[in-house]
T-cell receptor, first 115, second 110 residues
Framework: GAVVSQHPSRVICKSGTSVKIECRSLDFQATTMFWYRQFPKQSLMLMATSNEGSKATYEQGVEKDKFLINHASLTLSTLTVTSAHPEDSSFYIC???????????FGSGTRLTVV | QKEVEQDPGPLSVPEGAIVSLNCTYSNSAFQYFMWYRQYSRKGPELLMYTYSSGNKEDGRFTAQVDKSSKYISLFIRDSQPSDSATYLCAMSEGNEKLTFGTGTRLTIIP
């Protein structure tokens, strides 16, 4: 089945630094990738949608200059949290969708802690 | 009012019982309905996917969609401790964007 690999699974960074999270589709071409944020005991909040080779579409209230998304190839999307602050600490999850199947395959998530 | 409503639980049932999980929604344009299982600190895993109204069965899992009532259900038969997780319903109009319920925390008691 479709597999999405997300790295790192956990990262701790200092306030003011930037963190990059990678999301790779391993056995299919991901025409569209999604980035979510999840707070404890809450559901997934869609941050942005990215299509390969074009700019990401951000949801209302999500700062595009703070959460940089790059979808340079059909198998890789990255989310960079710039100038991270403690309030950015959260669980970030990517998902990918390919043309071959309907269904959204999720990565295993990244636990970001900003200290 | 949220587009998708889901009781957050927690829900605890004894091993072997039938579990019923439900979501209601307000957007009549939703056409695709999914159930995801999420273990603690992991990404969601797709369990069931249904298009439009009807039932779908896969092993111990049965998904039902009633578009006239805007109500979807997931049934788990012969529940096992390994079924303990958070279950999320998700829906889409077909335009790629998924709308999730808040998730129901389920615990199966051995």
């Amino acid at each position: 089945g479709a597999v999405v690999s997300q790295h790192p699974s956990r990262v701790i960074c200092k306030s003011g630094t930037s963190v990059k999270i990678e999301c790779r589709s391993l056995d299919f071409q991901a025409t569209t990738m999604f980035w979510y944020r999840q707070f404890p005991k809450q559901s997934l909040m869609l941050m942005a949608t990215s299509n390969e080779g074009s700019k990401a579409t951000y949801e209302q209230g999500v700062e595009k200059d703070k959460f940089l998304i790059n979808h340079a190839s059909l198998t890789l999307s990255t989310l960079t949290v710039t100038s991270a602050h403690p309030e950015d600490s959260s669980f970030y999850i990517c998902s990918a969708r390919g043309q071959e199947h309907y269904g959204y395959t999720f990565g295993s998530g990244t636990r970001l802690t900003v200290v | 009012q949220k587009e998708v409503e889901q009781d957050p639980g927690p829900l605890s049932v004894p091993e072997g019982a039938i579990v019923s999980l439900n979501c209601t929604y307000s957007n009549s344009a939703f056409q695709y309905f999914m159930w995801y299982r999420q273990y603690s600190r992991k990404g969601p895993e797709l369990l069931m996917y249904t298009y439009s109204s009807g039932n779908k069965e896969d092993g111990r899992f049965t998904a039902q969609v009633d578009k006239s009532s805007k109500y979807i259900s997931l049934f788990i038969r012969d529940s096992q401790p390994s079924d303990s997780a958070t279950y999320l319903c998700a829906m889409s109009e077909g335009n790629e964007k998924l709308t999730f319920g808040t998730g129901t925390r389920l615990t199966i008691i051995p």
